[in-house]
């Protein structure tokens, strides 16, 4: 079973503004029935072109239904500036946070917000359709656009996760090594500017390798089993303890090397050097 | 709040009569039937009668009977066994809508060198025989088909299938968890080499199962150590829950006609009712070869775990095939085998019962379903009326 937060039971239980926006400015439908959810999102312009009444129409489980509630209630009162701002984490921290593999629901909800105002700002489909990058995952209609988005905008590193946030791989599972390669590709990008701010204090040096760890690093490694933990920073030597099956691995050496050495040198500084403290 | 459990192909309560049966073993009997001592020893005779118990309820000899842990073990065991029996042979035969403790292990094994012919089934979930005959090659080691399907309740023809396997020198097992205590089995009249029950689906302890192998069948251990089970399952026997196991088969035995009375006729109420009810919904499964106590509904244009959410607040427990349940983002293996279309298949409920479901049961899943339908079509965009 789902652990629901209280609030995407609630918004599921009782959903706001359901339905659908007569003479609406803006319109968008998402997702389809073979994909397992589906939204259909309208709303209305007041005089001063800000969002007066929006509502929606979800085929879906509660957390999808509870992100399109959540999705209307943010944006009510918006200016079509504004709500192109708000993100699918945004509708997420509204509800107070979802199960990581329903992620994909408040990306839903994102992207039907945002191909509502491009309904309203008159960017017509094909135009749209134009840019829109080509397909990656067959069985959800996943492209690669939408990959390389969701992993900006969401720091999101394993395919596990690019799963949940978009549902890409989650059939059956033969564009896993493309989602790999889009990762590896976007990481290797993202790399140079993080790489130029080379010069860092030494507390902004442990902020980013904490964040590197927990970001990147330790998700990889509890998929096996595994742990890591930041004992130290001195100078560029950054001391870890290992846990979990790591503790125990003989690959573990080939592992911080390889692996947690390369990603930290890549993301935080060249310079670094990790070690292992026994304790 | 009034459980209202109609989810018994998931897990079933503990029988009273088990529960009572069992509780001796963890302070009177706590032995272990290996000792010297007769404190200890005295523990083999009642697991010999447990063992009795359940071989009778399959129609069996007590030597046929191996306790295992759970029905994925006697799965394992059972497929893993033949294939070590003869070694040369690389061509397995099983169904497209087998449990995944089944399915799982295919799937690996194919990785493994092993060719996994999966057979299709029909729109009613059916196995079309001939093609099935026609898949049984010289190389082909093992036929696996489930006897009753856990979502649909859909039963296999798996004696005339094993019949068929047995002219041509194959060895045939079956995951019988869904089956057994349901509809009557009876080793003495059919050929099939091995069978796996579990304890837990007919009101048994979880942690305890069975693997049923036919006198004659050559068998090679998974769980190698101790002499235990004449040496075809090591580890200390976990007493207390073969005791239950026992005595929920006795149980089993005694209350199998009223499956086919009592619990089809709630069922069939159940199914009746919701099908008139609700507008856009239908049976998934052969209604005619069928476990008395499954039905799996699908009802169209919304999604099975909000359905699901929405009875949790009356109590009602049940299952869907939906994606969103599922965990895996497609809807379940067994319905797009069915070929369910997918307007259907994400919106299906399956409602299992037991001997312990009452009419008042029945009566509220009656009157709480159809307005959560139509309330969660209501805020479908694929909804436009029930015409």
């Known amino acids: 079973m789902w652990e629901y937060t209280d609030k995407v039971r609630e918004h599921f239980l009782n959903p706001r503004n359901v339905g659908e926006v007569e003479n609406p400015d803006g319109v968008a439908e998402v997702g389809s029935i073979a994909c397992g959810d589906a939204l259909k999102l309208t709303f209305a312009l007041d005089e001063n072109q800000r969002i007066k009444d929006i509502k929606f129409k979800t085929f879906g489980c509660a957390s999808a239904i509870a992100s399109s509630s ?48 491009e309904n ?84 902004q040096k442990i902020k980013m390798i904490e964040e590197t760890l927990e970001r990147e690093i330790r998700p990889s490694l509890k998929l096996d089993g595994g742990d890591i933990e930041l004992i130290d920073v001195d100078g560029n030597r950054v001391m870890v303890a290992t846990r979990g099956t790591c503790a125990t691995c003989k690959a573990a050496d080939i592992t911080l090397k390889h692996f947690v050495e390369k990603r930290l040198r890549d993301l935080v500084s060249p310079d670094l050097v990790v070690e292992e403290v026994t304790q | 709040m009034k459980v209202v459990y109609l989810d018994n192909n998931a897990t079933t309560q503990v029988a009273p009569e088990v529960l009572e049966a069992i509780l001796p073993y963890f302070h009177d009997f706590y032995g272990n039937p290996s000792s010297m001592h007769a404190f200890g020893g005295q523990i083999g005779a009642h697991i010999r009668t447990a063992r009795e118990q359940v071989a009778s309820l399959l129609g069996a000899h007590p030597d046929e009977i191996i306790f295992t842990s ?17 070694p040369e042979k690389r061509h397995i035969v099983t169904s497209r809508v087998e449990h995944p403790a089944v399915r799982a292990l295919c799937a690996q094994l194919s990785g493994q060198g092993y060719r996994i012919t999966e057979l299709a089934v029909d729109k009613d979930g059916r196995l079309d025989m001939e093609q099935y005959e026609q898949s049984l090659t010289p190389d082909t080691v093992l036929a696996s088909l489930m006897w009753a399907n856990n979502e649909t309740g859909v039963i296999f023809p798996v004696e005339k299938a094993a019949a068929i396997a047995r002219e041509k020198g194959i060895l045939f097992h079956t995951d019988a968890v869904q089956a057994a205590g349901k509809i009557p ?107 008395p106590n499954t039905t799996n509904i699908s009802f169209e244009f919304v999604e099975g775990e909000g359905i699901l959410l929405m009875l949790d607040l009356y109590g009602i427990c049940a299952s869907s095939g939906s994606a969103c ?39 509220m899943v009656i009157e709480k379903l159809p307005p959560i339908i139509e309330r969660l079509r209501s805020m479908s965009p694929y909804w436009t009326g029930d015409k």
Not at chain 1, 144 to 149: G, K, T, V
Not at chain 1, 167 to 179: L, N, P, Q, T, W
Not at chain 2, 265 to 273: F, N
């Open chain 1, 70 to 117: 959540a999705l209307t209630e943010m944006v009510k009162g918006m200016t079509l500036e504004e709500a192109q701002k708000v993100t699918n984490q945004d509708i997420a921290a509204y509800l107070g946070g979802l199960p990581q593999e329903k992620m994909h629901c408040s990306v839903m909800g994102k992207e039907a917000l945002e191909k509502a105002i």
């Open chain 1, 120 to 203: 309203c700002l008159g960017v017509t489909e094909t135009s749209a359709d134009e840019t829109a990058g080509h397909i990656i995952c067959e069985c959800f209609g996943v492209t690669d656009q939408d990959i390389e988005r969701a992993i900006q905008e969401n720091r999101l590193s394993t395919v596990e996760e690019i799963t949940n946030y978009t549902k890409a791989g989650g059939g059956c599972g033969s564009c896993r090594e493309a989602i790999r390669g889009i990762i590896d590709k976007i990481q290797f990008e993202m790399t140079p500017q993080t790489a130029a701010k080379a010069k860092l204090s030494n507390i």
């Open chain 2, 70 to 86: 759970c029905g994925t073990e006697s799965d394992n065991a059972a497929i893993r066994s033949a294939l070590y029996a003869d």
């Open chain 2, 185 to 291: 089995i009876d080793m003495g009249k059919n050929t099939i080499d091995m069978l796996s029950i579990s304890g837990h689906k007919l009101h048994a302890p979880k942690g305890i199962a069975a693997l049923y192998v036919r006198k004659g069948t050559k068998f090679s251990p998974v769980m190698v150590g101790g002499h235990q089970e004449r040496g075809r399952r090591g580890g200390t026997e976990n007493t207390p829950s073969i005791i239950g196991l026992g005595k929920a088969c006795e149980l089993a035995r005694q209350n199998l006609s009223q499956e086919n009375t009592q619990v089809k006729k709630l069922r069939d109420r159940l199914e009746t009712a919701l099908l008139n009810a609700i507008p856009k919904s239908r049976i998934n499964g052969d209604t005619e070869h069928r476990l």
């Open chain 2, 325 to 363: 349940t599922s965990g895996s983002l497609q809807p379940s293996h067994v319905l797009r085998a069915m070929g369910v279309p997918f307007t259907m298949a994400h919106g299906s409920i399956r409602f299992s019962l037991s001997i312990y479901n009452t009419d008042e049961d029945v009566d």
